[in-house]
């Protein structure tokens, strides 16, 4: 019988929210202080009220990458950037801040779960970017 995979087998909510508990274990994820005192988002109108946000971004984040291969920060950054509301006129897209995503992803590269793409030649991508690492793959696939 083919092993299963669960990266795709449970719901994208719950397997982010093991992910996150997975990594609160990884001594390399941890916030900084200045998380803290920042916005996700110019679109956001306050900064981040949730105490394990940076674990279910960086769970999110890991997850994407699985999914889509090589995948740089102005992808994510259009993935989790939303509406902004501005008054009167009518609302427009922005792209979500970069600083958060870039501190989780070299986070991910000092665990060894991701690495950085230069070369894409030899690839199908078109632009470069990180990827998982084998180490990163069993990581994510482990997760039940």
Same mark, same amino acid.
């Given at each position: ?44 109108? *306050? $900064? ?7 674990? +279910?971004?960086?769970?999110?984040? !890991?997850? &994407?990458?699985? #999914?889509? =291969? ?18 009167? *006129? $009518? ?7 970069? +600083?958060?995503?870039?501190?989780? !992803?070299? &986070?991910?590269? #000092?665990? =060894? ?32």
């Amino acid at each position: 019988m083919a092993k299963k995979n669960s990266v795709y087998e449970m719901s994208p909510q719950e397997y982010n929210l093991k992910l996150a508990e997975a990594l609160k274990k990884v001594s390399e994820f941890g916030e900084p202080e200045w998380a803290k005192f920042v916005k996700s988002s110019p679109s956001k109108e *306050r $900064p981040i009220d949730d105490l394990d946000f940076w674990y +279910k971004r960086s769970a999110s984040v !890991l997850r &994407q990458i699985y #999914k889509k =291969g090589i995948v740089g920060v102005n992808r994510l950054r259009t993935r989790y950037g939303s509406k902004l509301n501005r008054g009167v *006129r $009518p609302e427009r897209f922005v792209k979500a801040g970069g +600083k958060i995503i870039r501190t989780i !992803l070299q &986070q991910a590269d #000092k665990a =060894g779960f991701t690495e950085v793409v230069k070369d894409v030649k030899k690839t199908k991508e078109k632009r470069p970017g990180r990827k998982l690492t084998s180490k990163g793959k069993e990581f994510l696939e482990a997760i039940e």
